[in-house]
T-cell receptor
Framework: DQQVKQNSPSLSVQEGRISILNCDYT??????FLWYKKYPAEGPTFLIS?????DKNEDGRFTVFLNKSAKHLSLHIVPSQPGDSAVYFC???????????FGKGTRLHILP | EPEVTQTPSHQVTQMGQEVILRCVPI?????FYWYRQILGQKVEFLVS????????KSEIFDDQFSVERPDGSNFTLKIRSTKLEDSAMYFC????????????FGSGTRLTVV
């Protein structure tokens, strides 16, 4: 049962352009959403989160948008840099103390 | 910057053997977790641990698995009788107060069961 879905296994974006990573979820009870970034041979690294009471959260080059009615969130990276090449995991949880449920990840390639 | 440390980085074991995966969470964190990622699949929740007891566990976390915080600093995951399908990356994570602050993950232990 995939409660958090990342339908694009990979994405290639030109350096300097915008990267948009998408995520859908099925459980309307999810209250918190997070994005994690993972390099090979490392653990996932927390990137940015958003509470369900918001529709946008911005942190530097990273912005997460939440559309609760569509059960969809997206991560925008502007401008994309070579160091952004990694696997990005979308994640969600029922509340701030509950376990995180991850999607399968999207591998982002930033092209020179 | 504080980090979660996992040892070993790679463990090869024979099917049926017991393995213990070790983790040192960040010292002032209160919540501890184990996740695993089978190659090419999603990161899956195994167990969460708070106040010296399991707070939640997944269906994967059956009687073969156990966790312990033996000395106030280490957090271990034991698999009693490993199966081939236990081969995965196992990630330990800790957080100061619930996940909203974002877990800090360790670099993982790659377990290979042969």
């Amino acid at each position: 049962d995939q409660q958090v879905k990342q339908n694009s296994p990979s994405l290639s974006v030109q350096e300097g352009r915008i990267s948009i990573l998408n995520c859908d979820y099925t459980n309307s009870m999810f209250d918190y959403f997070l994005w994690y970034k993972k390099y090979p041979a490392e653990g996932p690294t927390f990137l940015i989160s958003i509470s369900s009471i918001k529709d946008k959260n911005e942190d530097g080059r990273f912005t997460v948008f939440l559309n609760k009615s569509a059960k969809h969130l997206s991560l925008h990276i502007v401008p994309s840099q070579p160091g952004d090449s990694a696997v990005y995991f979308c994640a969600a949880s029922l509340n701030r103390d509950d376990k995180i449920i991850f999607g399968k990840g999207t591998r982002l390639h930033i092209l020179p | 910057e504080p980090e979660v440390t996992q040892t070993p980085s790679h463990q090869v074991t024979q099917m049926g053997q017991e393995v213990i995966l070790r983790c040192v969470p960040i010292s002032n964190h209160l919540y501890f977790y184990w996740y695993r990622q089978i190659l090419g699949q999603k990161v899956e929740f195994l167990v969460s641990f708070y106040n010296n007891e399991i707070s939640e566990k997944s269906e994967i976390f059956d009687d073969q698995f156990s966790v312990e915080r033996p000395d106030g600093s280490n957090f271990t995951l034991k698999i009693r009788s490993t199966k081939l399908e236990d081969s995965a990356m196992y990630f330990c994570a800790s957080s100061p107060k619930g996940q909203f602050y974002g877990y800090t993950f360790g670099s993982g232990t790659r377990l290979t069961v042969v």
